[in-house]
């Protein structure tokens, strides 16, 4: 990273990314080495590159997650979340599986490595007297990573449908409203578009297109309190 050092100083600094002051808040001076660096700079541009990395770990993960989550079967991405629900539980037979789980999809999120069967070191005894270990089955920490990322993926198609359907009801309403005759939803949404843009279009550069700014008061009948409603003038 290259330094900068200030005025006739002997100290090197480091400059903010995208700003004209170095990390300790002085203004920038020119590129160049001194014999000592800036403890303040040191310390913040460390901070803020870990910081970074972080950031970009997270990401990095996330998008492995999300990618994993992607490549399963519909009847897993059922059952995974299923199987985080249950949290631990018996391997009981087929007969005695959780309710949403089902052995085959089980069976691929274990070698997917988001679910596993381990020995509780538990045992009971059957009819026979033997004795047995007790096996279990839980979601591993990328089993529930993997599902979080499918509830996530869940929760933005939901927004999106709702955002369309909400676009679609604005759109039909204003084709009744100006009783425009329209024979699909595709019709009403694309009218209803351009609808939008004449008004923009319209009121460009007016007073209702814009927020009045503030103004000089002085000398005036009465005062307006700012960052109130202002359309009350003009009804």
């Not at 089980?106 to 679910?115: E, S, T």
């Not at 009819?127 to 096996?135: D, I, L, N, P, Q």
């Amino acid at each position: 990273m290259n330094t900068y050092v200030i005025g006739r100083g002997h100290t090197s600094h480091y400059k903010q990314p995208g700003s004209h002051l170095t990390y300790c808040g002085r203004t920038t001076g020119t590129p160049g080495v001194g014999t000592r660096m800036c403890a303040p700079c040191v310390k913040a541009e460390a901070r803020e590159r870990a910081e970074a990395e972080t950031v970009a770990n997270d990401h990095r993960e996330g998008a492995a997650e999300q990618s994993l989550a992607q490549s399963l079967t519909p009847k897993m991405r059922k059952v995974l979340p299923a199987v985080v629900a249950a949290g631990d539980f018996r391997d009981a037979g087929l007969a005695n599986l959780p309710k949403g789980v089902t052995d085959p999809s089980l069976q691929g999120l274990i070698r997917r490595g988001l679910a596993e069967r381990y020995d509780s070191g538990e045992t009971f005894v059957g009819f026979s007297g033997r004795a047995y270990k007790v096996m279990r089955y839980r979601a591993t920490d990328l089993g529930r990573a993997v599902a979080d990322a499918l509830a996530a993926e869940q929760t933005d198609a939901e927004c999106d449908q709702f955002a369309t359907t909400a676009r679609a009801v604005d759109a039909v309403t204003h084709a009744e409203n100006t009783g425009a005759a329209v024979a699909t939803i595709e019709d009403a949404e694309a009218l209803y578009a351009a609808a939008v843009v004449t008004e923009a279009e319209a009121t460009e550069g007016t007073w209702r297109g814009e927020w009045i700014g503030e103004t000089d008061t002085a000398g005036a009948l009465f005062s307006l309190t700012p960052n109130r409603e202002q359309g009350a003038l003009f009804t």
